[in-house]
């Protein structure tokens, strides 16, 4: 089965800053791979989803992500960090009909 | 406005009691999950249903029941078989096409949780 890994628990930048937030997985193939974010209290909310073709995907409140075949990464960017980006990130893998997220990242921004 | 709602809110509950957490969508999705989340751990799925009157488990099933008898709605209920049921609990829903569409492929949406307290 696949597996995920987030490896910074929490972050913090300044607002204005640039952003990337790195997602490692495990698993033998390219599997479907997802972003999404969580506002304290709610639900999840789909940023970016990659499946195949083009590495750069582009994603809602302007965020990006790159998959890197080569590192099994999928790290998520944001060129300026906006301070209503405050909120926890989760990235998922999906592969045989399963779907595992990552235990996420939380983002702080400084005023 | 189309979505997916959970009530409570807040739930609070005695040990050794049942207690059942409504989701409702009006997604007209086929599919609908059920998530606990823990501080640290990310989500862990605990039932899934991909048709009405049909449902599975997922990791962390025991403790927990479902039904899926309308398309609408998919209740969960933490039965005091649950040794650690105080977290955050996700209702989410996805297409699932029939030409495809997997617990790997979809895009879930999601409620805004209930969040369970035992006392």
């Known amino acids: 089965a696949q597996s995920v890994t987030q490896p910074d628990i929490h972050i913090t930048v300044s607002e204005g800053a640039s952003l990337e937030l790195r997602c490692n997985y495990s698993?033998?193939?390219?599997?479907?791979l997802f972003w999404y974010v969580q506002s304290p209290g709610q639900g999840l909310q789909l940023l970016l989803k990659y499946f195949s073709g083009d590495t750069l995907v582009q994603g809602i409140k302007g965020f990006e992500a790159e998959f890197k075949r080569s590192q099994s990464s999928f790290n998520l960017r944001k060129p300026s960090v906006h301070w209503s980006d405050a909120a926890e990130y989760f990235c998922a893998v999906g592969a045989e009909n399963d779907m595992r997220f990552g235990a996420g990242t939380r983002l702080t921004v400084k005023p | 406005d189309g979505g997916i709602t959970q009530s409570p809110k807040y739930l609070f509950r005695k040990e050794g009691q049942n207690v059942t957490l409504s989701c409702e969508q009006n997604?007209?999705?086929?599919?609908m999950y059920w998530y606990r989340q823990d501080p640290g751990q990310g989500l862990r799925l605990i039932y899934y249903s991909q048709i009405v009157n049909d449902f599975q488990k997922g990791d962390i099933a025991e403790g927990y029941s479902v039904s899926r008898e309308k398309k609408e709605s998919f209740p969960l209920t933490v039965t005091s078989a649950q040794k650690n049921p105080t977290a955050f609990y996700l209702c989410a829903s996805s297409i699932s096409p029939p030409t495809g569409g997997t617990l790997s492929t979809d895009t879930q949406y999601f409620g805004p949780g209930t969040r369970l307290t035992v006392l």
């Open positions: 997604l007209n999705h086929d599919a």
């Open positions: 698993y033998g193939a390219t599997p479907y």
